[in-house]
């Protein structure tokens, strides 16, 4: 994280972080993070939101995500836009952010194809 952060301010951009630490492990438990930049500073970008799967199933995503709203408020009070994406599969994240009032605004879509393993070897 300290390196995106580095990256972010190399190229004009902020970022806030929140993270969770379980305490009984000391284990991080999850985190998330959002950027801006100073050329759109009324724009903010939700980056990665992950929360281990141990510790899954007790609203850590929502309270990341949340908290993290309230200090976008705070600390950067210009902002009137936050763009967040995650995959159609993700219901946990989609239900997150249904609740805190994302409205969906556009769709993706990646495509892939898997390849057998070549049985005469890389070179053939």
Known sequence: MRRIEAELARQGGQML???VLHL???ELAGYTFVQRFRE???VVYQEDTLV??????????????A?????????WPEARRLYTWN???N????AINT?????????EAGWQKRLAPDRDGPDR
Do not use: Q
């Open 17 to 19: 972080m929140a993270a």
């Open 24 to 26: 009984p492990s000391g």
């Open 40 to 42: 759109k500073p009324d």
């Open 52 to 65: 281990l799967p141990a510790h899954r199933g007790r609203g850590l995503g929502m309270l990341l995500k």
């Open 67 to 75: 908290g993290n709203l309230l200090r976008i408020r705070r600390r």
């Open 87 to 89: 995959a159609a599969e």
């Open 91 to 94: 219901s946990p994240m989609l």
């Open 99 to 107: 609740t805190l009032g994302f409205t969906l605004a556009g769709y």
